[in-house]
Protein backbone atom coordinates (compact mmCIF):
# COMPACT_ATOMS: atom_id res chain seq x y z
CA UNK A 1 0.00 0.00 0.00
CA UNK A 2 2.31 2.27 0.81
CA UNK A 3 4.54 1.40 -2.51
CA UNK A 4 1.16 2.05 -4.77
CA UNK A 5 0.84 5.60 -2.70
CA UNK A 6 4.74 6.32 -3.23
CA UNK A 7 4.18 5.01 -7.04
CA UNK A 8 0.96 7.45 -7.71
CA UNK A 9 3.09 10.43 -5.61
CA UNK A 10 5.83 10.52 -8.19
CA UNK A 11 3.10 10.07 -10.90
CA UNK A 12 1.47 13.32 -9.07
CA UNK A 13 4.67 15.18 -8.93
CA UNK A 14 6.07 14.55 -12.76
CA UNK A 15 2.83 15.82 -14.14
CA UNK A 16 3.04 18.76 -12.38
CA UNK A 17 6.86 19.56 -13.17
CA UNK A 18 5.49 18.70 -16.90
CA UNK A 19 2.98 21.17 -16.45
CA UNK A 20 5.33 23.89 -15.27
CA UNK A 21 7.40 23.40 -18.08
CA UNK A 22 5.17 22.62 -20.79
CA UNK A 23 1.73 24.39 -20.21
CA UNK A 24 3.25 28.09 -20.81
CA UNK A 25 4.48 26.51 -24.37
CA UNK A 26 0.71 25.53 -24.66
CA UNK A 27 -0.52 28.44 -24.11
CA UNK A 28 1.75 30.08 -26.58
CA UNK A 29 1.47 28.10 -29.17
CA UNK A 30 -2.40 28.25 -29.11
CA UNK A 31 -3.05 32.23 -29.01
CA UNK A 32 -0.61 32.17 -31.99
CA UNK A 33 -3.79 31.25 -33.53
CA UNK A 34 -5.79 33.98 -32.25
CA UNK A 35 -6.84 36.66 -34.60
CA UNK A 36 -6.42 39.31 -31.74
CA UNK A 37 -3.58 41.29 -30.80
CA UNK A 38 -4.28 40.74 -27.07
CA UNK A 39 -4.68 37.57 -24.70
CA UNK A 40 -8.28 37.36 -25.55
CA UNK A 41 -9.69 34.48 -27.86
CA UNK A 42 -11.53 36.30 -30.92
CA UNK A 43 -10.81 33.25 -32.93
CA UNK A 44 -9.05 30.91 -34.88
CA UNK A 45 -6.45 32.95 -37.31
CA UNK A 46 -3.43 32.27 -39.34
CA UNK A 47 -2.72 35.63 -39.73
CA UNK A 48 0.43 36.15 -37.24
CA UNK A 49 1.80 33.30 -39.77
CA UNK A 50 1.46 35.30 -42.88
CA UNK A 51 2.74 38.49 -40.84
CA UNK A 52 5.98 36.52 -39.69
CA UNK A 53 6.35 35.03 -43.00
CA UNK A 54 6.01 38.74 -44.63
CA UNK A 55 8.62 40.34 -41.99
CA UNK A 56 11.71 41.17 -43.89
CA UNK A 57 14.05 41.41 -40.20
CA UNK A 58 12.68 38.17 -39.09
CA UNK A 59 12.96 35.98 -42.59
CA UNK A 60 17.02 37.98 -43.35
CA UNK A 61 17.60 37.34 -38.96
CA UNK A 62 16.47 33.44 -39.57
CA UNK A 63 18.56 32.54 -43.13
CA UNK A 64 21.64 34.45 -40.76
CA UNK A 65 20.91 31.73 -37.98
CA UNK A 66 20.47 29.10 -40.47
CA UNK A 67 23.76 29.54 -42.14
CA UNK A 68 25.29 30.11 -38.88
CA UNK A 69 24.16 26.84 -37.24
CA UNK A 70 24.50 24.92 -40.26
CA UNK A 71 28.32 26.27 -40.76
CA UNK A 72 28.82 25.46 -36.78
CA UNK A 73 27.30 22.39 -36.88
CA UNK A 74 29.43 20.89 -39.21
CA UNK A 75 32.92 22.49 -37.80
CA UNK A 76 31.82 21.15 -34.41
CA UNK A 77 30.70 18.09 -35.44
CA UNK A 78 34.17 17.21 -36.77
CA UNK A 79 36.29 18.66 -34.29
CA UNK A 80 34.07 17.40 -31.26
CA UNK A 81 34.05 13.46 -32.79
CA UNK A 82 38.05 13.67 -32.91
CA UNK A 83 38.39 15.34 -30.08
CA UNK A 84 36.46 12.81 -28.54
CA UNK A 85 38.36 9.84 -29.98
CA UNK A 86 41.43 11.19 -29.11
CA UNK A 87 40.38 11.66 -25.33
CA UNK A 88 39.37 8.15 -25.75
CA UNK A 89 42.21 6.67 -27.13
CA UNK A 90 44.43 8.36 -24.32
CA UNK A 91 42.40 7.49 -21.82
CA UNK A 92 42.38 10.43 -19.36
CA UNK A 93 39.85 11.36 -16.78
CA UNK A 94 41.07 14.57 -16.70
CA UNK A 95 41.23 15.79 -19.64
CA UNK A 96 38.07 13.99 -20.08
CA UNK A 97 36.49 15.79 -17.16
CA UNK A 98 37.89 19.14 -18.59
CA UNK A 99 35.25 19.12 -21.49
CA UNK A 100 32.54 19.68 -19.49
CA UNK A 101 33.92 23.06 -18.31
CA UNK A 102 33.03 24.57 -21.04
CA UNK A 103 29.12 23.12 -20.62
CA UNK A 104 29.38 24.81 -16.57
CA UNK A 105 30.78 28.16 -17.64
CA UNK A 106 28.52 30.73 -18.08
CA UNK A 107 27.53 32.17 -21.51
CA UNK A 108 28.77 36.02 -20.15
CA UNK A 109 31.75 34.85 -19.23
CA UNK A 110 32.37 32.87 -22.43
CA UNK A 111 31.08 35.57 -24.65
CA UNK A 112 32.93 38.30 -23.00
CA UNK A 113 36.09 36.10 -23.19
CA UNK A 114 35.61 35.38 -27.13
CA UNK A 115 35.02 38.91 -27.32
CA UNK A 116 38.13 39.97 -25.93
CA UNK A 117 40.11 37.49 -27.79
CA UNK A 118 38.64 38.85 -31.22
CA UNK A 119 39.72 42.40 -30.39
CA UNK A 120 42.77 41.12 -29.47
CA UNK A 121 43.62 39.08 -32.96
CA UNK A 122 41.71 41.86 -34.74
CA UNK A 123 45.06 44.29 -34.17
CA UNK A 124 46.78 41.59 -36.15
CA UNK A 125 44.40 40.08 -38.92
CA UNK A 126 42.23 43.48 -39.56
CA UNK A 127 39.07 41.55 -39.55
CA UNK A 128 35.69 43.24 -38.01
CA UNK A 129 33.06 41.55 -36.15
CA UNK A 130 30.49 39.13 -38.29
CA UNK A 131 28.97 36.20 -39.43
CA UNK A 132 32.64 34.73 -39.06
CA UNK A 133 33.10 35.43 -35.43
CA UNK A 134 29.72 34.30 -34.78
CA UNK A 135 30.36 31.13 -36.72
CA UNK A 136 33.64 30.44 -34.71
CA UNK A 137 31.94 31.41 -31.40
CA UNK A 138 29.37 28.86 -32.00
CA UNK A 139 32.03 25.95 -32.91
CA UNK A 140 33.54 27.03 -29.21
CA UNK A 141 30.69 26.23 -27.30
CA UNK A 142 29.13 23.43 -29.45
CA UNK A 143 32.86 21.16 -29.85
CA UNK A 144 31.78 20.23 -25.96
CA UNK A 145 28.20 18.87 -26.34
CA UNK A 146 29.55 17.03 -29.48
CA UNK A 147 32.51 15.68 -27.64
CA UNK A 148 30.40 14.93 -25.03
CA UNK A 149 27.86 13.33 -26.58
CA UNK A 150 30.53 11.06 -28.79
CA UNK A 151 32.49 9.98 -25.33
CA UNK A 152 29.73 8.52 -24.50
CA UNK A 153 28.95 6.09 -26.99
CA UNK A 154 32.78 5.45 -27.09
CA UNK A 155 32.23 4.19 -23.73
CA UNK A 156 30.84 1.08 -25.01
CA UNK A 157 32.86 0.62 -27.53
CA UNK A 158 35.06 -2.90 -27.68
CA UNK A 159 38.51 -1.21 -28.42
CA UNK A 160 39.17 -5.40 -29.50
CA UNK A 161 37.38 -4.72 -32.56
CA UNK A 162 39.65 -1.87 -33.88
CA UNK A 163 43.07 -4.63 -32.89
CA UNK A 164 41.09 -7.53 -34.94
CA UNK A 165 41.12 -4.89 -37.78
CA UNK A 166 44.73 -4.12 -37.01
CA UNK A 167 45.43 -7.91 -37.43
CA UNK A 168 43.64 -8.28 -40.35
CA UNK A 169 45.75 -5.84 -42.48
CA UNK A 170 44.14 -2.37 -41.96
CA UNK A 171 46.32 0.69 -40.90
CA UNK A 172 44.69 2.87 -38.28
CA UNK A 173 42.51 5.11 -40.37
CA UNK A 174 41.09 1.95 -42.26
CA UNK A 175 40.21 0.87 -38.94
CA UNK A 176 38.56 3.87 -37.60
CA UNK A 177 36.53 4.35 -40.84
CA UNK A 178 35.40 0.80 -41.43
CA UNK A 179 35.09 -0.37 -37.56
CA UNK A 180 34.88 2.61 -35.29
CA UNK A 181 32.98 5.36 -37.05
CA UNK A 182 29.52 3.16 -38.51
CA UNK A 183 29.42 2.13 -34.17
CA UNK A 184 30.00 6.14 -34.00
CA UNK A 185 27.25 7.25 -36.52
CA UNK A 186 24.12 7.48 -34.15
CA UNK A 187 25.93 9.69 -31.66
CA UNK A 188 27.45 11.60 -34.02
CA UNK A 189 24.10 12.29 -35.46
CA UNK A 190 22.43 13.16 -32.26
CA UNK A 191 25.56 15.63 -31.39
CA UNK A 192 25.05 17.40 -34.70
CA UNK A 193 21.71 17.76 -34.16
CA UNK A 194 22.00 19.21 -30.09
CA UNK A 195 25.15 21.54 -31.60
CA UNK A 196 22.77 22.89 -34.12
CA UNK A 197 19.45 23.44 -31.64
CA UNK A 198 22.03 25.05 -29.31
CA UNK A 199 23.60 27.04 -31.69
CA UNK A 200 20.46 28.25 -33.37
CA UNK A 201 19.17 29.39 -30.38
CA UNK A 202 21.89 31.40 -28.23
CA UNK A 203 21.57 35.05 -27.91
CA UNK A 204 24.08 35.87 -25.09
CA UNK A 205 27.72 34.84 -26.97
CA UNK A 206 26.10 36.18 -30.23
CA UNK A 207 24.69 38.80 -29.19
CA UNK A 208 28.47 40.11 -27.87
CA UNK A 209 30.26 38.66 -31.04
CA UNK A 210 27.69 39.39 -33.67
CA UNK A 211 28.69 42.65 -36.30
CA UNK A 212 25.92 44.92 -38.08
CA UNK A 213 25.26 42.22 -41.24
CA UNK A 214 24.71 39.57 -38.77
CA UNK A 215 21.79 39.76 -36.61
CA UNK A 216 20.32 36.26 -35.42
CA UNK A 217 16.80 35.18 -34.97
CA UNK A 218 17.09 35.00 -31.19
CA UNK A 219 18.47 38.99 -31.15
CA UNK A 220 15.45 40.10 -33.84
CA UNK A 221 13.30 38.33 -31.48
CA UNK A 222 14.53 40.09 -28.38
CA UNK A 223 14.32 43.51 -29.85
CA UNK A 224 10.93 42.83 -30.74
CA UNK A 225 10.11 41.76 -27.37
CA UNK A 226 11.24 44.68 -25.78
CA UNK A 227 8.77 47.34 -28.09
CA UNK A 228 5.87 45.41 -26.07
CA UNK A 229 3.79 42.66 -27.06
CA UNK A 230 3.43 40.97 -30.24
CA UNK A 231 1.31 38.38 -31.75
CA UNK A 232 3.70 37.49 -34.44
CA UNK A 233 6.26 36.19 -31.49
CA UNK A 234 3.60 33.57 -30.70
CA UNK A 235 4.09 31.96 -33.96
CA UNK A 236 7.49 32.67 -34.76
CA UNK A 237 8.58 31.42 -31.10
CA UNK A 238 5.66 27.88 -32.05
CA UNK A 239 7.57 27.58 -35.16
CA UNK A 240 10.95 27.49 -33.65
CA UNK A 241 9.68 25.17 -30.33
CA UNK A 242 8.13 22.37 -32.51
CA UNK A 243 11.41 22.14 -34.79
CA UNK A 244 13.56 22.17 -31.90
CA UNK A 245 11.58 19.48 -30.22
CA UNK A 246 11.54 17.47 -32.52
CA UNK A 247 15.01 18.07 -33.39
CA UNK A 248 15.88 17.13 -29.72
CA UNK A 249 13.78 14.26 -29.32
CA UNK A 250 15.69 12.81 -32.79
CA UNK A 251 18.95 13.10 -30.85
CA UNK A 252 17.65 11.49 -27.99
CA UNK A 253 16.35 8.34 -29.88
CA UNK A 254 19.68 8.78 -32.00
CA UNK A 255 21.68 8.19 -28.90
CA UNK A 256 20.32 5.59 -27.49
CA UNK A 257 20.09 3.58 -29.99
Given at each position: MKRLFANRGLAFYAVLVYAFLHVPLLILAI???NSSKFTVWEGFSFHWYS?????????????NSLI???SATALATIIGTLAAY???KRASPLLAGSMYLSLATPEIVTGV????????????LHFRLGMHTVILAHVAFSVAYVAVVVMARLRSFDPALEEAALDLGSNEWRAFQLVTLPYLTPAIAAAAML?????IDDYVITSLVAGVDSQTL??????LARRGVNPMLN????????????????SEKLRSA
Open positions: FSFAAFGDRDLIESAAIAIGLWSLLAFFQWSFRFAFTVSPMVIYAAVSTIVVFALGTMVLL
